[in-house]
């Protein structure tokens, strides 16, 4: 027991000590990871997202906010200069097309040399009566004259309003790059009415540079749709007779720009320009980017249509360079969630 105590214990003390202080040499002077880098030297990179050109369906609905008007009332215009003789209908009433509404007394010229009788006394004046009809059917909404009154031609003298009522709303300059192939039917929903249904006979219209405010409506509560047919384009339809609207109803129309089934498609974002043609930038083999010019098809707002330039499976620029500059400036959001965002020119 003196032996261990007086050898072998200092020595195991001894070795246990340099055991560990030569691991802490190993430690502060030869670590197993590598040195680490200059601070001061870039170490990342920079990698362009792409996409590939691949096949899909574009269903290009376009969806605008719209409201219910009463369509505008027709004039009551006098077809002959004379004297409104007897007034038949009076205002309020329901009207059919070509009903007389009333009549015009015109006197009728005669020959200088049959103005007066044998006698040398001047002949009595002599009439012809010319009916004024109502021009559509609906209600005779005002009757501006009476009788006895002197008319001249094309003279106003009052409003039929039809029955019927119409569907508008404002098109976005945009927007009409995807009704190229103007539809001739939308879809409308009404808010708190009806279940959706087709409105026919849709017209999109634009104000000629010039043309007169006096083609307004001229009834007493067909305003625009909620303002929807201001100086711009405007979209309308007809609601069918057997639907049951009112006037300033808010609705939502959706016009069917077309679909294309089994089509190459690419983000929005890839292409720069959004109809007809456009460009996008290939990605090369040695990893750079190769700009082509491609054509354009439908578009549904986050997808559209490649009709030529590119082959499934090729890999574009998921972002085209300069179109994502300023973010959402400039850009354009539609009811539908599409959004339209102008080029940016490159630098």
Do not use: H
């Amino acid at each position: 027991m003196g032996i261990a105590r007086t050898w072998i214990f200092p020595i195991l003390r001894m070795l246990l000590v340099a055991i560990i202080a030569a691991a802490l040499i190993k430690l502060a002077f030869f670590p197993d990871r590598p040195a680490e880098a200059d601070p001061a030297q870039p170490t990342g990179t920079i990698v362009e997202p792409t996409v590939a050109v691949m096949t899909g369906t574009i269903t290009n609905d376009v969806v605008i906010t719209a409201a219910v008007s009463a369509d505008p009332a027709v004039p009551l215009k006098s077809t002959a200069a004379g004297t409104v003789n007897r007034i038949f209908i009076a205002q309020g009433a329901t009207v059919a097309q070509g009903d007389v509404i009333f009549d015009v007394k015109v006197p009728i010229e005669r020959d200088p040399a049959d103005s007066v009788d044998a006698e040398g006394k001047p002949k009595p004046a002599i009439f012809r009566y010319e009916d004024v009809e109502a021009p559509i059917a609906g209600t005779l909404s005002s009757l501006s004259v009476i009788e006895g009154q002197e008319l001249a031609v094309g003279a106003a003298a009052g409003n039929v309003a039809p029955p019927s009522f119409s569907v508008s709303g404002s098109l976005e300059p945009a927007q009409q790059y995807r009704l190229l192939n103007r539809p001739g039917e939308a879809s409308v929903t009404i808010t708190g009415g009806p279940a959706a249904f087709t409105c026919t006979n849709l017209r999109i219209t634009t104000p000629l540079a010039g043309e007169q405010a006096d083609t307004a409506p001229t009834s007493g509560d067909t305003g625009s749709a909620g303002g929807a047919a201001g100086s711009g384009t405007t979209a309308t339809c007809a609601v069918p007779g057997d639907v049951t609207v009112f006037a300033r109803l808010a609705a939502e129309m959706t016009i069917s720009g077309g679909i294309a089934e089994n089509v190459l498609v690419v983000p929005t974002t890839a292409v720069r320009g959004a109809a007809q043609s456009g460009t996008v930038w290939v990605s090369t083999p040695d990893g750079a980017a190769e700009e082509r010019a491609v054509a354009l098809g439908l578009t549904d707002g986050s997808q559209v249509q490649i009709t030529e330039g590119l082959t499934e499976g090729e890999q574009i620029l998921e972002f085209a360079p300069g179109a994502m500059a300023g973010a959402t400036d400039g850009c354009t959001t539609y009811p539908d969630g599409s959004m339209y965002c102008e080029s940016v020119p490159l630098p």
